[in-house]
C-alpha cells in the first residue's frame, strides 16, 4: 500500500467513515506494532507529530459535536495516533534508508587472555591478551562495521559482496573487504600499525587516500609519526580451514577465487551444480585443493604457467 492510500485509510478510520474490513485491516497494523516495538527519538518524532496533532484535534472537535466523549472513543482516537506515527515512520524510514542504531558491544582481553568473537554475519574476530573492540549487536543491512581501539585481533570474514567488512582503526585509517582472513596490529605504545593478509583481498585507506590493496601473503606496515606506508612479503602468516558443506562447484570456484587471487573456469556448464563437502586450509596451495577437488569429481584441471588462471574439465 502507497503512503498516500495508507493515510487515507486511516483518515477514515478516526472519521468513522472506515468500512468493516478497512477497520480490520487497521486493526491488523495495530496489533502488528508489537508492544515491543522501539519508538521513535524525539527528532524523528518531530518530523510527523505535526500531522499526528492535526488529526487528534480534528477528532476531537468532530467528536464534541456529537454525543458525549465515551471512553471507547478515546480508545479508539490512542490505537489509531500509534498506527499513524509507527506507519508513517515505517514509511519514513524505506524512504530515507534510515535504520534505528544498533546497541554497540565492547569486547577486550586480559593480560594472557585470548577471546574468539562470534558476529551477527557468521564472522569472526579472535582477540589477543590486552585487545579492545568495539562492534554492532547485528550489523545493519548495507553495512557492516567494528573499531579496534587497542591490540591485536585476527579477523576471519564471511563472504558478502553487498556488504563490505570495515574495519576502522586509530589515525584514521579504514581496512576494507569483503571476505577474507587477515591480522591487525594496532597498539597505542608503538609507532606502526600492521595489516597482515592471509587469504583473500583487503584495501587499506588513511581517511580518502589508499594506501595499498593486499593480497595473500601480504602485510602493509603504517608509520602513525610519518604517515607513510611500506608494503612487504610475509613469509608466514596465521592458517584458517576453507570449510565447503554441500557447496557447490561454482561456489567453491568463486571463493577459491576470491581466496588465492586467482581465476579458474568450469570448461562445461554440467560441472556447476556438482556438490562438495570438504574442508582445506589456507596453507594449503590452490593447486593442492582443486587436485583433491577433481579427485571426488573424477575431473581434471589444468592451469597456465603462472598458475594464475586454472581449467576445470573432463
Not at 606506508?229 to 561456489?251: D, K, P, W
Request: charged share 25%; net charge positive; proline share 3%.
Amino acid at each position: 500500500m502507497s503512503e498516500e492510500k495508507a493515510k487515507q485509510l486511516l483518515t477514515k478510520y478516526l472519521d468513522g467513515e472506515a468500512s468493516p474490513e478497512e477497520c480490520d485491516q487497521v486493526t491488523e497494523w495495530y496489533d502488528a506494532l508489537g508492544t515491543d516495538q522501539k519508538a521513535p527519538t524525539a527528532e524523528q518524532k518531530s518530523a510527523i507529530s505535526e500531522k499526528m496533532f492535526q488529526k487528534l484535534q480534528s477528532a476531537i472537535n468532530y467528536q464534541k459535536t456529537r454525543k458525549p466523549f465515551l471512553l471507547e472513543h478515546w480508545i479508539k482516537i490512542a490505537a489509531a495516533i500509534v498506527i499513524i506515527a509507527s506507519v508513517t515512520f515505517w514509511l519514513w524510514q524505506q524512504h530515507t534508508g534510515y535504520e534505528i542504531p544498533n546497541k554497540q558491544i565492547t569486547a577486550s582481553t586480559q593480560a594472557g587472555e585470548r577471546k574468539k568473537i562470534i558476529l551477527s554475519d557468521g564472522s569472526e574476530i579472535t582477540l589477543d591478551p590486552l585487545a579492545k573492540i568495539t562492534y554492532p549487536e547485528k550489523f545493519q543491512a548495507n553495512s557492516r562495521e567494528v573499531s579496534i581501539i587497542e591490540g591485536e585481533a585476527f579477523f576471519s570474514i564471511s563472504h558478502d559482496e553487498k556488504r563490505p567488512f570495515q574495519v576502522k582503526l586509530p589515525n584514521h585509517l579504514n581496512v576494507s573487504v569483503l571476505g577474507t582472513s587477515f591480522l591487525i596490529r594496532a597498539y597505542h605504545a608503538k609507532k606502526e600499525v600492521e595489516v597482515a593478509v592471509s587469504t583473500g583481498k583487503v584495501a587499506i585507506k588513511n581517511d580518502d587516500k589508499l594506501l595499498g590493496t593486499l593480497t595473500r601473503n601480504q602485510k602493509l606496515l603504517f608509520n602513525k609519526v610519518t604517515g607513510k606506508s611500506i608494503l612487504n612479503v610475509v613469509r608466514e602468516v596465521r592458517t584458517v580451514e576453507i570449510n565447503f558443506n554441500g557447496a557447490t562447484l561454482m561456489q567453491v570456484v568463486r571463493r577459491m577465487e576470491y581466496l588465492y587471487n586467482i581465476k579458474i573456469q568450469l570448461h562445461q556448464t554440467a560441472l556447476v551444480n556438482l556438490k562438495t563437502t570438504a574442508t582445506f586450509n589456507s596453507a594449503q596451495r590452490p593447486e593442492e585443493i582443486l587436485d583433491i577437488i577433481c579427485s571426488l569429481h573424477h575431473l581434471k584441471f589444468s592451469s597456465d604457467q603462472n598458475h594464475q588462471t586454472f581449467k576445470i574439465y573432463r
